[in-house]
Nanobody, 126 residues
């Protein structure tokens, strides 16, 4: 099992920034894909950003490209989502997640692929 704990959420004005850390513990060797999802009220949970711990490649949703940066430490215990130029549409519950690479060696944005989840942290932009 892998345990994930997020922090760093809060309220910010449009144009502001937040950094969300996610701490990972347990059998992290089984989960080379780690990433962030968000869910706004009344909407589906959507993938935001993902990082492959094996090689460091990253994936971003189109809505956050150029504004958000996902990064990791070298020993797979912490990864981060740096969110810049935040807009009201970025409001939501942000959750970190971990899972294995898929059959192509990548980290998909599909929430069904991820096995372990944090409890979530609220981000409000207004």
């Amino acid at each position: 099992h892998v345990q994930l704990v997020e922090s760093g959420g809060g309220s910010v004005q449009p144009g502001g920034s937040l950094r969300l850390p996610c701490g990972a513990s347990g059998h992290t060797y089984s989960s080379n894909c780690m990433g962030w999802f968000r869910q706004a009220p009344g909407k589906e949970r959507e993938g935001v950003a993902f990082v492959y711990f094996g090689g460091g490649s990253t994936y971003y949703a189109d809505s956050v490209k150029g504004r958000f940066i996902i990064s990791k430490d070298t020993i797979k215990t912490l990864f981060y989502l740096q969110m810049n130029s935040l807009q009201p549409e970025d409001t939501g519950m942000y959750s970190c997640a971990a899972g294995p690479v898929n059959e192509y060696g990548g980290c998909p944005a599909d929430k069904a692929h991820y096995i372990y989840w944090g409890q979530g942290t609220q981000v409000t932009v207004s």
